[in-house]
């Protein structure tokens, strides 16, 4: 009986030894090469700022709600520079805490010129800077700047608590008490006096 006649099968390359060279063939292509690095920068990023996201600030502590009235220099004194770190603003005559949005009106911030002082002329003339003045009364404001500066107002009255009144020289504070609800409308309080009058 004759034997089966030899059948030769290829010998099987080996994998370890394919795969580098698929990988030294795609590496020495300049267009490959250059989608490796693009791709490894993008993935960089994108893991970059996902792990940066996770720091994120703690919240600041609660503080207790302000309510009186001030003149401009104790107004000065709530720029966000002080322990406490509370931040007021006065606008249109009228003392809001914005100590919620420090990152926008503390220390650093963009709008860090208004902290503390009165925001009313900077905020009608569309600049980021304060009035230097003991009081400004905005008289020399057009129509159209005294029209922004009642917006400002009633975005603020909106987003942050209202403290008091902007004190004119020689005005006397109001004294709040803790049950006494906010009056804040000067003309509901005009028409009041009239109809006792």
Same mark, same amino acid.
């Given at each position: 009986?004759?034997?089966?006649?030899?059948?030769?099968?290829?010998?099987?390359?080996?994998?370890?030894?394919?795969?580098s060279n698929?990988?030294?063939?795609?590496?020495?292509?300049?267009?490959?090469?250059?989608?490796?690095v693009?791709?490894?920068?993008?993935?960089?990023k994108?893991?970059?700022?996902?792990?940066?996201?996770?720091?994120v600030?703690?919240?600041?502590?609660e503080?207790p709600k302000?309510?009186?009235?001030?003149a401009v220099?104790?107004?000065?004194?709530?720029d966000?520079t002080?322990?406490?770190?509370?931040?007021?603003v006065?606008?249109?005559?009228w003392?809001?805490?914005?100590?919620r949005?420090?990152?926008?009106?503390?220390p650093?911030?963009?709008?860090?010129?208004?902290?503390?002082?009165?925001?009313s002329?900077?905020l009608?003339t569309f600049?980021?800077?304060s009035s !230097?003045?003991?009081?400004?009364? $905005?008289?020399?404001?057009n129509?159209?700047e005294?029209e @922004?500066v009642? #917006?400002? +107002?009633a975005?603020?009255?909106?987003?942050y !608590?209202?403290?008091?009144?902007l $004190?004119?020289?020689g005005?006397?504070?109001?004294?709040? @008490?803790?049950? #006494?609800? +906010?009056?804040?409308d000067?003309?509901?309080?005009?028409?009041?006096?009239?109809?006792?009058?």
């Amino acid at each position: 009986m004759e034997s089966p006649p030899e059948i030769k099968v290829p010998e099987a390359e080996n994998p370890s030894g394919a795969s580098s060279n698929f990988f030294y063939d795609f590496l020495t292509s300049p267009v490959e090469l250059l989608l490796t690095v693009v791709i490894g920068v993008l993935v960089y990023k994108l893991l970059k700022s996902r792990f940066s996201r996770v720091s994120v600030e703690a919240p600041a502590p609660e503080l207790p709600k302000l309510r009186k009235d001030m003149a401009v220099a104790e107004l000065r004194q709530y720029d966000g520079t002080q322990p406490d770190g509370r931040v007021l603003v006065a606008v249109n005559g009228w003392i809001f805490d914005v100590t919620r949005g420090r990152r926008f009106y503390g220390p650093g911030g963009p709008y860090a010129a208004f902290g503390g002082k009165d925001a009313s002329r900077g905020l009608a003339t569309f600049s980021v800077t304060s009035s !230097d003045k003991e009081y400004d009364d $905005l008289s020399d404001l057009n129509s159209m700047e005294m029209e @922004s500066v009642k #917006e400002w +107002e009633a975005q603020f009255r909106e987003k942050y !608590d209202l403290v008091g009144k902007l $004190l004119k020289p020689g005005e006397e504070p109001t004294n709040y @008490s803790d049950e #006494e609800p +906010e009056d804040t409308d000067t003309s509901a309080a005009n028409t009041t006096d009239k109809k006792e009058d």
